[in-house]
């Protein structure tokens, strides 16, 4: 159960995670793509934690499961190096894939650096978080992004989010998830495809939180991802944009 529950930790879940310090652990439930550009849809459990201590840092409010360490710049500018968990893709998952003997993509983890700045324009928080990871599986490839979270209301003990993400991937990273070599098209029956690097997605969306106490929290997030340049154009891809949607319960300590 704790191997899915990690499986699971790639997306946000909380406004409240994302645009605030404080250390929280719950779980939450989501309602997924099977892969981005699928046409498949799958729930599950994920966990929803974060903590930033002094040097060590956990979490999956991000968008990415990771840890690591980071230090203070300047302040509210922070530089860290991170382990991430990288989910792969489940054929199983996919009618789509399993009907055409798509072969998966192991689960794995990649290394790298990360950029943040945390700033108050007016009353309103704002967090730039940028990252580079490269996969432990260097034919895996490497994968940078750029997002952009602010806080944009609170009444009470309810507030809410918005956050912007592109994501950009290097040419063994795009033809992992969305190319098709001569040896797997005669085994899928899709035509050959090799795609180069590129923008591999862009995505927003809307982050609540509402307060149930002094020490629990509910949250959740409704996400709209669209695929880019050559991932949009793979014979992969049953269409251009999926949803999430994610809803749990936290603690906080």
């Not at 499986?7 to 909380?14: H, Q, R």
């Not at 969306?205 to 409704?222: E, H, M, N, Q, R």
Request: aromatic share 10%; proline share 5%.
């Amino acid at each position: 159960m704790i191997t899915g529950f990690a499986c699971a930790a790639i997306l946000p879940l909380a406004a409240f995670a994302e645009l605030s310090n404080d250390s929280m652990v719950g779980l939450g439930l989501r309602s997924r793509p099977a892969y981005d550009g699928s046409d498949s849809q799958k729930t599950e459990l994920v966990p929803v934690v974060r903590y930033l201590g002094h040097p060590w840092f956990v979490r999956s409010t991000q968008g990415v499961l990771e840890g690591g360490v980071r230090t203070e710049l300047l302040p509210g500018l922070h530089a860290g190096a991170q382990l991430a968990y990288e989910a792969g893709r489940r054929a199983g998952d996919s009618g789509f894939l399993a009907a055409r003997n798509v072969a998966d993509i192991k689960r794995g983890a990649s290394v790298g650096l990360q950029l943040e700045w945390d700033h108050k324009l007016g009353p309103v928080p704002l967090t730039l978080l940028g990252r580079v990871r490269r996969n432990i599986d260097s034919d895996l490839g490497t994968q940078a992004d750029l997002r952009l979270s602010a806080g944009v209301f609170q009444s009470g003990r309810f507030g809410a989010g918005v956050f912007a993400q592109a994501v950009w991937a290097d040419a063994k990273s795009t033809r992992s998830n969305y190319g098709i070599t001569p040896a797997q098209s005669i085994a899928t029956t899709l035509p050959v495809y090799q795609p180069t690097s590129g923008w591999l997605n862009t995505s927003a969306g809307l982050l609540w939180s509402f307060d149930l106490g002094p020490k629990w929290i509910a949250v959740g997030t409704l996400e709209r991802r669209w695929l880019s340049d050559d991932a949009a154009a793979s014979p992969l891809a049953e269409r251009r944009s999926n949803s999430y949607v994610a809803a749990g319960l936290a603690y906080r300590f």
